[in-house]
C-alpha cells in the first residue's frame, strides 16, 4: 500500500479494459475508487480472483456528457481519470479485440469496413466520432471538475489524468490528432487543474491470455524483438515496444500520488522504469 495521503479518485470508463486495471490498482494502493460509465456496472468478463478488489469500487451510471449524472460525486475527487474514447470508427472494433476468432479475419474485417463517416463532404466532420469521444468529452469533464471544485472554494488543484496515446496506428487518421487536441485542451485548464497525460502504445492484460488482443500481442512482441536485435531499432518510430495495463495503472496512479507532477508519461518511461 502507498504511503501517501490516501486519495478519492473518480475513474470514467472504469469497468473498461485499461480502466478496470487502474481501478484495481487503485484499490490495492488504499485509494477509494468511484467508477463511471454508462452501464453503471461492474466490468462484464471478471474473473473470480478479481471480485475482492471489484466489490470495493463504487460502480456508477453516469453519461459524461451530461454533468448532472455525476457532478456530486466529484466534490470528494481529488484526482479524475478519463479512461474513455474510441480507436476506430468503425464500432465493431472493441468486440474483435475481445473475439477468440482468427485474429486475421477479425483485423480485416474492421480495417475492411466502410467508414460509416466517409460520406460526409466536410473536412470538419470526418472524424467527429474521434472529436465528440476522444476531445469533447474530456474537455467537458475537466471543466465541469472545475466548476466544482470552484463552487467549493478549493485552494487545491486536482489531478486530470488523460489516456492518451504513443504514436498514430495505421487505419486510424484522426485518432492521434484528436488525442494530442484533448491534451492541448486540458493543458489550458491549468492552474485549475493538474493534468496528466498517459500515453501507452498497444495495451495487453498480463490476466487474458485467450483473445485476439492477446495473440496480435505475440505478433508485435515478435516485431519489437525483430527491430530490436536486427534492426538495432531502426523501425521505432514504426514499431513500438508493448505494454500491458497493469503498468500503465501503476504509472498513473502513482503519478495521481505525487502531487507535484504534470505533464505527459511516455510509454518509453513506463517500460524503462519500474513503478
Request: aromatic share 10%; hydrophobic share 35%.
Amino acid at each position: 500500500m502507498s504511503t501517501t495521503a490516501l486519495k478519492n479518485i473518480a475513474i470514467f470508463g472504469g469497468n473498461g479494459f485499461l480502466g478496470r486495471r487502474i481501478c484495481e490498482t487503485a484499490i490495492n494502493r488504499g485509494h477509494t475508487v468511484t467508477s463511471f460509465s454508462s452501464s453503471g456496472k461492474k466490468p462484464w468478463n471478471a474473473s473470480p480472483i478479481d471480485q475482492k478488489w471489484i466489490d470495493k469500487v463504487n460502480w456508477v451510471k453516469a453519461d459524461v456528457f451530461k454533468p448532472e449524472t455525476y457532478q456530486d460525486y466529484l466534490k470528494e475527487a481529488d484526482a479524475v481519470v478519463h479512461s474513455i474514447g474510441v480507436l476506430l470508427e468503425n464500432p465493431d472494433y472493441k468486440k474483435a479485440v475481445r473475439s477468440t476468432d482468427g485474429i486475421t479475419k477479425q483485423f480485416q474485417n474492421l480495417f475492411s469496413s466502410p467508414n460509416p463517416m466517409k460520406k460526409v463532404s466536410s473536412e470538419k466532420y470526418l472524424n467527429s466520432s474521434y472529436d465528440k469521444m476522444n476531445v469533447e468529452s474530456a474537455v467537458v469533464l475537466g471543466e465541469t471538475l472545475i466548476e466544482v471544485k470552484e463552487k467549493l472554494k478549493s485552494d487545491k488543484a486536482p489531478a486530470f489524468v488523460y489516456i492518451s496515446a504513443d504514436k498514430a496506428i495505421p487505419g486510424t487518421n484522426g485518432y492521434i490528432e484528436s488525442k494530442r487536441q484533448a491534451e492541448y485542451e486540458i493543458y489550458q485548464m491549468q492552474p485549475k487543474l493538474r493534468p496528466i497525460f498517459m500515453r501507452p502504445g498497444f495495451m495487453y492484460d498480463e490476466k487474458v491470455n485467450d483473445d485476439s488482443r492477446s495473440k496480435l500481442k505475440q505478433i508485435l512482441s515478435f516485431a519489437n524483438s525483430v527491430n530490436d536485435t536486427i534492426l538495432r531499432n531502426s523501425l521505432d518510430g514504426v514499431i513500438r515496444p508493448i505494454i500491458s495495463t497493469q503498468t500503465v495503472s501503476k504509472w498513473c496512479i502513482s503519478k495521481i500520488e505525487d502531487d507535484e507532477f504534470h505533464g505527459p508519461v511516455m510509454l518509453d518511461t513506463m517500460k524503462q522504469l519500474k513503478k
